[in-house]
């Protein structure tokens, strides 16, 4: 089994959770990340996620390319959202449902 694993994250502007987070000036909502991170897991591994930390760095804007990246380090799993430029915007670990 693979030790690591990405997928490209795009939220698109129509998203239903970007209409009441801040509107004028919108980002995407941490939420939307971890739901996004969970099925990333899942299309992985094909497990769900149980418990999960997570760190915000940086806002993701809408329409904004970033990459999804989950590897196994230590017997768990830790997963970034990282830009084109190497920008990190939310970090963690997370673990599946047991």
């Not at 987070?21 to 919108?26: E, I």
């Not at 969970?38 to 940086?58: I, N, Q």
């Not at 989950?70 to 670990?93: K, M, N």
């Amino acid at each position: 089994m693979n030790a690591r694993y990405e997928t490209e994250l795009r939220i698109t502007a129509a998203h239903p959770a970007l209409a009441g987070h801040f509107p004028g000036n919108p980002v995407v909502p941490g939420v939307v990340l971890l739901e996004r991170v969970a099925a990333a897991f899942k299309t992985w591994r094909g497990l769900s996620v149980g418990k999960l930390d997570a760190k915000f760095t940086r806002p993701l804007l809408p329409e904004q390319q970033a990459l999804i990246e989950l590897r196994e380090v230590d017997g768990g799993v830790r997963f970034s959202v990282i830009l084109g430029d190497g920008t990190t915007l939310a970090r963690g670990t997370l673990e599946a449902t047991s």
